[in-house]
Protein backbone atom coordinates (compact mmCIF):
# COMPACT_ATOMS: atom_id res chain seq x y z
CA UNK A 1 0.00 0.00 0.00
CA UNK A 2 1.29 3.81 -1.09
CA UNK A 3 1.85 6.18 2.10
CA UNK A 4 -1.04 8.09 0.28
CA UNK A 5 -3.55 5.75 0.08
CA UNK A 6 -2.53 4.25 4.01
CA UNK A 7 -2.69 7.52 5.61
CA UNK A 8 -6.10 8.51 3.62
CA UNK A 9 -7.16 4.67 5.13
CA UNK A 10 -6.35 5.58 8.39
CA UNK A 11 -7.56 8.95 8.88
CA UNK A 12 -10.98 7.84 7.43
CA UNK A 13 -10.51 5.25 10.42
CA UNK A 14 -9.97 8.02 12.74
CA UNK A 15 -12.69 10.13 11.31
CA UNK A 16 -15.26 6.86 12.00
CA UNK A 17 -14.09 6.22 15.55
CA UNK A 18 -15.05 9.87 16.36
CA UNK A 19 -18.33 9.86 14.45
CA UNK A 20 -19.06 6.53 16.98
CA UNK A 21 -17.62 7.84 20.20
CA UNK A 22 -17.70 11.21 19.67
CA UNK A 23 -13.75 11.84 20.10
CA UNK A 24 -11.14 11.17 18.16
CA UNK A 25 -8.73 7.96 18.90
CA UNK A 26 -5.77 8.56 21.66
CA UNK A 27 -3.68 6.50 19.20
CA UNK A 28 -4.22 4.76 16.37
CA UNK A 29 -4.47 0.79 15.80
CA UNK A 30 -0.93 -0.60 14.73
CA UNK A 31 -2.24 -2.42 11.89
CA UNK A 32 -1.56 -0.09 8.78
CA UNK A 33 2.47 0.24 8.61
CA UNK A 34 4.37 3.28 6.97
CA UNK A 35 5.57 1.42 3.68
CA UNK A 36 8.72 3.34 4.02
CA UNK A 37 9.77 2.42 7.42
CA UNK A 38 6.95 -1.15 8.01
CA UNK A 39 6.57 0.92 11.52
CA UNK A 40 3.34 2.15 12.42
CA UNK A 41 2.09 5.34 10.85
CA UNK A 42 2.57 9.02 12.83
CA UNK A 43 -0.89 9.69 14.37
CA UNK A 44 -1.30 12.81 16.81
CA UNK A 45 -3.75 14.52 18.02
CA UNK A 46 -4.24 18.65 17.96
CA UNK A 47 -6.43 19.81 19.70
CA UNK A 48 -10.11 18.97 21.11
CA UNK A 49 -11.23 18.20 17.39
CA UNK A 50 -8.64 17.65 15.11
CA UNK A 51 -5.45 15.29 14.36
CA UNK A 52 -2.91 14.32 11.83
CA UNK A 53 -1.98 11.52 10.26
CA UNK A 54 1.27 11.04 8.68
CA UNK A 55 3.93 8.71 6.68
CA UNK A 56 7.57 9.03 8.06
CA UNK A 57 8.47 9.23 4.28
CA UNK A 58 11.74 8.49 1.89
CA UNK A 59 14.46 10.10 4.79
CA UNK A 60 12.45 8.66 8.01
CA UNK A 61 11.88 12.21 9.36
CA UNK A 62 8.62 13.50 8.55
CA UNK A 63 6.92 14.36 11.45
CA UNK A 64 3.29 15.53 10.47
CA UNK A 65 4.34 19.06 10.05
CA UNK A 66 2.35 21.75 11.32
CA UNK A 67 -1.28 23.09 11.06
CA UNK A 68 -2.44 25.56 9.14
CA UNK A 69 1.02 25.05 6.82
CA UNK A 70 1.18 22.59 3.82
CA UNK A 71 2.37 19.57 3.85
CA UNK A 72 6.24 20.40 2.18
CA UNK A 73 6.84 18.34 -1.33
CA UNK A 74 7.30 14.79 -1.39
CA UNK A 75 5.79 14.04 2.14
CA UNK A 76 1.93 12.69 2.67
CA UNK A 77 -0.15 13.67 5.84
CA UNK A 78 -3.62 13.82 6.01
CA UNK A 79 -4.89 16.76 8.57
CA UNK A 80 -8.44 16.90 9.83
CA UNK A 81 -9.65 19.73 11.92
CA UNK A 82 -13.53 20.58 13.04
CA UNK A 83 -14.16 24.21 14.32
CA UNK A 84 -17.27 26.08 14.70
CA UNK A 85 -17.17 26.79 10.81
CA UNK A 86 -17.02 23.42 9.90
CA UNK A 87 -14.24 20.61 8.48
CA UNK A 88 -10.92 21.75 7.39
CA UNK A 89 -8.64 19.39 6.18
Sequence with gaps: MAAQ???VEAGAD???HWTKENGFPASLPETVADPFT???LGYRR???TGFVVYSAGSDGKFE??????KTPPGQTA????????GVVQ
Design 78 to 85: FRYLVTNQ
Design 38 to 40: DKP
Design 5 to 7: EAV
Design 14 to 16: AIG
Design 46 to 48: EGA
Design 64 to 69: GGTAGE
